[in-house]
């Protein structure tokens, strides 16, 4: 209208000069009538740094840092951005940014980490304990499993792997440390002893360990880890001051104990049942009611035999008698309960019985020499002095196995990221720490692209966030632990109703 007041044309886009840079699109406009032609026109906004070169747009390094946090990458987004008729930005374009978005986000949750244990010093200092003495549950999970090197073999198969170490000093239970190896090398594939393509140690290279590697106070973690032992090792050389103290996983040990039970043919003629069949189905839910009624015990004992000073008071004299009153319940018999038990009364409306949905009310195992001896050896497993020293702190690694799923989420089996790996890694430990409203927010500010505080995307961050804590607090709460209870009885009771039925069985064409 400035420059052809005259001029009754219509204003369009240019598509001819349409210039993409990423998601972010360069507009021209022209007339259709004149000769008018405007100046090039940003439709996105731009990080403002220092850096030399183009300056990246907000929204592709937004795009960036929200892929670390989910199991697609450039390959699947640029499918699905085409599948709707948007025209997807370059491959190279969207891994140049990846590679920058992934290095600020590794550097960036390394210091929150960092920030974290200095934290847990304050708190130590606070409680009056040595600030430098931690409590910890750690665990590792690899990009493939550890059985597919087909037996054994020098080294493990896996080629990438993540070592989550967690506190165990707060009610929160927040991620501390993290390790990532990682034996992929984005440009020469993998690296030997013999030949190095590159060098590892250089920084530039993505590959931080060669492929023939083998990938504190209290550790907690379950029973095949050579953690506590490297532990030990650095503290017999002088490197830490702490004396580790390695304490077994309870979950896994009941696990372990249960699967014991189940696996020893031995113990099959403890079961009640006419056949074969019958007996093996009756041991497997026998393996769970008496693991589960281990557990449930030793937990009660820890916070029973347990003085001010946390020194355990329990004997083997205690265990004892908690092993025949063990064997005296399952042979109907709940009259030592009452004396010796700590989670069942012994009464017609307060026993284990109607607690545990995995054995009929009406299950029993006959009296007599032979059998008492072998409900020893099943309880001896898990009620033995030595066995229990090992699990009184009741702690165990389920927060670490939960951040393993987090980590599936952003690092899945079926793809392979060899050059951003612990970038996503990263992010997925800090979206476990913060939340995914929150964790989102600031990786998103520290790209330099933050959200706008009155925009709706704020809105819809501060929701799922929200979201979030609430269903935390409700996984945790007696409710749904009642309601989990309820369900797993039904389904228990459904499978005894129906387990003469056979519906499925392994390789059935081939028999």
């Keep these: 209208m400035q420059k052809f007041p005259k001029c009754d044309g219509f204003i369009h886009w240019d598509p001819q000069a349409e210039e993409q840079w990423g998601l972010g699109v360069i507009e021209v406009m022209i007339c259709e009538k004149c000769t008018y032609r405007s100046n090039k026109y940003k439709l996105f906004m731009e990080i403002e740094d220092e850096k030399p070169g183009r300056k990246a747009a907000c929204m592709n390094r937004s795009l960036q840092v929200g892929l670390t946090q989910t199991p697609i990458g450039p390959t699947s987004l640029r499918r699905l951005l085409m599948s709707v008729h948007v025209p997807p930005p370059s491959r190279s374009a969207m891994q140049e940014s990846a590679n920058q978005v992934c290095d600020d986000i590794e550097a960036s949750n390394v210091l929150d980490m960092h920030g974290r244990r200095e934290q847990l010093k304050k708190v130590n200092r606070l409680r009056g304990d040595a600030e430098n003495v931690i409590d910890i549950e750690c665990d590792g999970v690899y990009n493939n499993k550890l059985s597919s090197g087909v037996g054994r073999t020098p080294f493990q198969p896996g080629t990438q792997c993540n070592y989550v170490v967690v506190e165990n000093v707060t009610n929160k239970r927040e991620i501390i440390a993290m390790e990532n190896v990682n034996k992929l090398c984005s440009k020469h594939g993998m690296h030997t002893a013999s030949d190095p393509p590159c060098d590892i140690k250089s920084g530039e290279c993505s590959s931080t360990d060669t492929m023939e590697t083998s990938i504190v106070h209290h550790i907690t973690t379950d029973a ?177 196995e939960s951040v393993n799923r987090t980590l599936r989420r952003s690092l899945p089996t079926n793809v392979t990221y060899p050059r951003n790996f612990a970038g996503r890694s990263h992010s997925a430990v800090h979206s476990r720490n913060y939340g995914p409203g929150e964790s989102l927010t600031r990786l998103m500010e520290t790209e330099g692209c933050s959200v706008p505080k009155s925009s709706r995307v704020a809105s819809s961050l501060k929701k799922e966030q929200q979201c979030y804590d609430k269903g935390k607090l409700y996984s945790k709460s007696t409710v749904r632990k009642v309601k989990r209870l309820k369900t797993r009885t039904k389904l228990y009771d459904l499978h005894r109703k129906h387990r003469d039925e056979v519906h499925y069985r392994k390789s059935q064409l081939l028999q």
């Design 224 to 400: 095949d880890t050579k953690a506590f032992k490297a532990a030990q090792e650095l503290y017999e050389k002088g490197v830490t001051a702490t004396k580790p103290e390695h304490q077994l996983d309870s979950r896994h040990l009941c696990d372990n104990h249960r699967k014991y039970i189940k696996s020893n043919t031995e113990f099959l003629t403890l079961m009640p049942g006419k056949t074969k069949a019958e007996r093996e189905i009756n041991l497997g839910t026998f393996a769970l009611d008496l693991s589960k009624r281990c557990q449930s015990e030793c937990e009660q004992l820890n916070i029973k035999t347990k003085q001010c000073d946390g020194v355990s008071t329990l004997t083997q004299r205690d265990l004892s008698l908690l092993t025949e009153t063990i064997i005296m319940y399952y042979y109907g018999d709940h009259s030592l309960c009452e004396l010796h038990s700590l989670v069942c009364k012994g009464t017609e409306t307060e026993n284990w019985v109607r607690k545990s949905p995995f054995l009929p009310s009406d299950f029993k195992i006959e009296a007599c020499t032979k059998n008492y001896k072998l409900l020893e050896k099943c309880l001896a497993y898990r009620l033995s002095l030595p066995r229990f020293e090992k699990t009184k702190l009741n702690s165990n690694s389920q927060k670490v």
